[in-house]
């Protein structure tokens, strides 16, 4: 016969063992059902991108092909490149790889464009040349100047 003074110890351990267990994880059929987010896709790097000018000083920046060209950023090896709007355009840049970037002197070809792509590219050059951060938001790079944006490029090539 068993006393009840002895079955306590008994159902201590069967009581922590059962709070020990661990709760399984989701199956994907559970990750995948209607409402599940999915993880956030990572940024682009800064390097290594192509960037296509979406805005510049708060106005947004439409280009209508064939007639205009994108206005375009590449940053490699601490050569800034790409297109102006009217010009090819390049010149250094130095960056911590995290928050700071800034451009040196940028120089470009000397082609006349329509007076509206010239204001474009002179608007431009004066922005690069004030930039002294960046940050990602979502997949776009912003170009900050003491922590507020310039310029907002979204991704036009990855290599």
């Given at each position: 016969m068993f006393k009840l003074?002895?079955?306590i110890p008994l159902a201590a351990i069967v009581a922590i063992t059962a709070g020990c267990a661990q709760t399984p994880l989701r199956?994907?059929?559970?990750?995948?059902?209607?409402?599940?987010?999915?993880?956030?896709?990572?940024a682009?790097?800064?390097t290594g991108t192509q960037w296509k000018l979406k805005e510049l000083k708060g106005k947004q920046v439409v280009r209508k092909a064939p007639e205009q060209r994108e206005v375009t950023l590449q940053l490699a090896d601490g050569r800034a490149s790409g297109n102006s709007g009217c010009n090819q355009m390049m010149g250094g840049y130095t960056s911590d790889g995290v928050s700071t970037l800034n451009f040196g002197q940028m120089a470009g070809t000397m082609m006349?464009?329509?007076?509206?792509?010239?204001?474009?590219?002179?608007?431009?050059l004066s922005t690069l040349g004030e930039v002294n951060?960046?940050?990602y938001?979502?997949?776009?790079?912003?170009?900050?100047?003491?922590?507020?944006?310039?310029?907002?490029?979204?991704?036009?090539?990855?290599k």
């Open positions: 003074a002895s079955l199956s994907d059929a559970a990750a995948a059902a209607p409402g599940a987010t999915s993880p956030a896709k990572p682009p790097k800064l006349m464009c329509q007076p509206l792509d010239m204001d474009l590219e002179r608007l431009l951060g960046y940050r938001a979502d997949q776009e790079l912003l170009l900050l100047k003491d922590g507020v944006p310039v310029a907002r490029y979204e991704v036009l090539t990855v």
